[in-house]
């Protein structure tokens, strides 16, 4: 699947995504600063991708987690500092959400900072019913 937004391009072609420039992004991410790249690579490989591309060069990516017949997981979302402002990161996860994968199916997302962008896309919040369990160090 590609979807042209304006000169740039979302692609969910797993082969066309950067993992250092995935990584450098996260490394700097409040969400998974702590994350090892390694790990990184392994949740792209058990997950549905999404890059955006101005030409070649990847300036967003977002992540999701599913098992395609009752929910999914949104994450990972991103979009280069540079290119903030211009409405990529709203069509980013339009695409996502408008998806054939994902249709009929409930979504989930963690933000700290983006609730208005998601809150346009039906999500909503509800902080009070969610439980999370760290990982054990191994």
């Not at 409040?30 to 991708?49: D, V």
């Not at 997981?73 to 979009?79: A, E, G, N, S």
Request: proline letters at 1%; aromatic letters at 12%; charged letters at 25%.
């Amino acid at each position: 699947m590609e979807v042209t937004f304006n000169t740039y391009t979302i692609s969910d072609d797993k082969t066309r995504l950067d993992i250092d420039i995935i990584g450098g992004f996260l490394s700097r991410s409040y969400w998974a600063n702590e994350r090892p790249i390694e790990k990184t690579q392994k949740a792209i490989e058990h997950s549905l991708c999404y890059g955006v591309y101005d030409q070649n060069r990847q300036i967003g990516f977002a992540r999701v987690i599913t098992d395609g017949a009752t929910m999914y997981y949104l994450c990972d979302v991103f979009i280069d500092e540079q290119y903030r402002g211009q409405g990529i990161g709203k069509k980013l996860v339009e695409t996502i959400i408008n998806s054939e994968a994902l249709q009929g199916i409930n979504g989930i997302l963690g933000t700290k900072d983006a609730h208005s962008l998601y809150e346009s896309y039906g999500f909503s919040r509800v902080a009070d019913r969610f439980m999370r369990r760290a990982a054990v160090a191994e």
